[in-house]
């Protein structure tokens, strides 16, 4: 069974950083493309970045472009996502999800993904 587990959230004040990681079990992690979502207070769960399979591409909500980067570690079995510059407005909680398909490219399709960790609280104070 897939189990995705995410870790490195916190209470941040506007303008520091953060790292969450994904460690993933339960298949072969280095076959499926990643992503990273987030789901603010009172608001619907929405994309923040994603990594293909080979780690060779990448994508972006255009809010956090220049400021998230997207990694992972196959040998690790690990998605990262570096938070910098952080603002107010990406306060919510923040999940990773691993594709459906094996050899998948970066998506920002939330149907795209089968499998979901639980979710890292991110408090980010003005």
């Known amino acids: 069974q897939v189990q995705l587990v995410e870790s490195g959230g916190g209470l941040v004040q506007a303008g520091g950083s953060l790292r969450l990681s994904c460690a993933a079990s339960?298949?072969?992690?280095?076959?499926?493309?990643m992503g990273w979502f987030r789901q603010a207070p009172g608001k619907e769960r929405e994309f923040v970045a994603s990594i293909s399979w080979s780690g060779a591409y990448t994508y972006y909500i255009d809010s956090v472009k220049g400021r998230f980067t997207i990694s992972r570690d196959n040998a690790k079995n690990t998605v990262y996502l570096q938070m910098n510059s952080l603002k107010p407005e990406d306060t919510g909680v923040y999940y990773c999800?691993?594709?459906?398909?094996?050899?998948?490219?970066?998506?920002?399709?939330?149907?795209?993904?089968?499998?979901w960790g639980q979710g890292t609280q991110v408090t980010v104070s003005s």
């Open positions: 999800a691993s594709h459906r398909y094996q050899y998948s490219s970066a998506s920002d399709r939330q149907d795209a993904y089968n499998y």
């Open positions: 339960g298949r072969t992690f280095s076959l499926y493309g």
